[in-house]
């Protein structure tokens, strides 16, 4: 069967470290629009450039440079037997975009994980988050912290704060979400695409939730 998965919930919900998961489990890439601009950002390409604008500011980069950005993306050779998005669709207009090349190019339906926090939980959680410059891989100062401070566990890369998870630009972020983002669950539920799991447990928590969704890997 052909798995394709996306990933929803507010900023900081745990998108990122469950999508790691879920990649590994079920042999599916991980797609994660943030990482696709971050990569871009940080190469001073164009792409890049247009999106930092944006992204400094908390807000959405604009549907044309994400919509066609993700359509090459899944039809790469490695996404034949499945994918996973994470942080696509975030607007009304990315959902039924993707729904269009659903139609056009997929058999499978999509199954769409809504990961609930409260914004008292995700606060912490988002000005806490520490992301490794070089591997991307992601602690948490005092949930997940490295092993030396400072230095990521897999690579030795340098850990850093991301700009936009100060808590200036954070405030902006959740309510981005709430205006553009958190209508897509009245969307995917309306057509019957829509499973939730609660993101305020443990990552371990989380995920056994989420493969009870998904169900075994064949
Ligand atoms: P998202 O991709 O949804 O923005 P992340 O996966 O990057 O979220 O997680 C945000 C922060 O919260 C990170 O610092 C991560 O280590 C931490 N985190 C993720 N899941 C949990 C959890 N279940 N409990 C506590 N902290 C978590
Ligand atoms: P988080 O994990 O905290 O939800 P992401 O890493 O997914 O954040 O996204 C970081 C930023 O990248 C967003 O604030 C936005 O500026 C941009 N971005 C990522 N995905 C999209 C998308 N699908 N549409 C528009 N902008 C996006
Ligand atoms: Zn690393």
């Known amino acids: 069967m052909k798995r394709i ?3 929803m919930g507010p900023p900081g919900a745990g998108k990122g ?3 790691t998961r879920i990649a590994e489990k079920y042999n599916i890439p991980h797609i994660s629009t943030g990482d696709i601009f971050r990569a871009n950002v940080k190469g001073g390409t164009p792409l890049g450039k247009k999106a930092k604008e944006y992204m400094d500011k908390g807000l ?31 607007t009304i207009v990315q959902a039924e975009y993707f729904d269009e090349f659903l139609a056009e190019r997929e058999c499978s339906p999509l199954s769409v994980l809504n990961i609930e926090v409260g914004e008292d939980v995700l606060l912490p959680r988002m000005v806490g988050r520490r992301v490794c410059r ?14 030396v401070e400072g230095v990521c566990d897999l690579c030795g890369g340098e850990i ?14 959740f309510r981005v979400y709430e205006e553009q983002t958190s209508p897509l669950i009245e969307y995917y539920r309306e057509r019957g695409a829509l499973s939730s799991v609660d993101g ?13 969704i998904l169900g075994d890997c064949r």
């Open 5 to 7: 998965v996306v990933l």
């Open 17 to 19: 470290t469950q999508a």
């Open 60 to 90: 959405l980069v604009p549907d044309e440079l994400v919509c066609e950005l993700v359509e090459d993306r899944v039809l790469q050779d490695d996404c034949r037997c499945g994918y996973l998005l994470d942080g696509f669709p975030r």
């Open 134 to 147: 070089s591997c991307g891989k992601t602690y948490h100062l005092s949930a997940m912290p490295p092993k």
């Open 160 to 173: 850093y704060q991301r700009a936009d998870d100060r808590e200036e630009t954070v405030h902006e972020r």
């Open 200 to 212: 305020s447990e443990s990552p371990d928590e989380v995920f056994a939730a989420i493969c009870a």
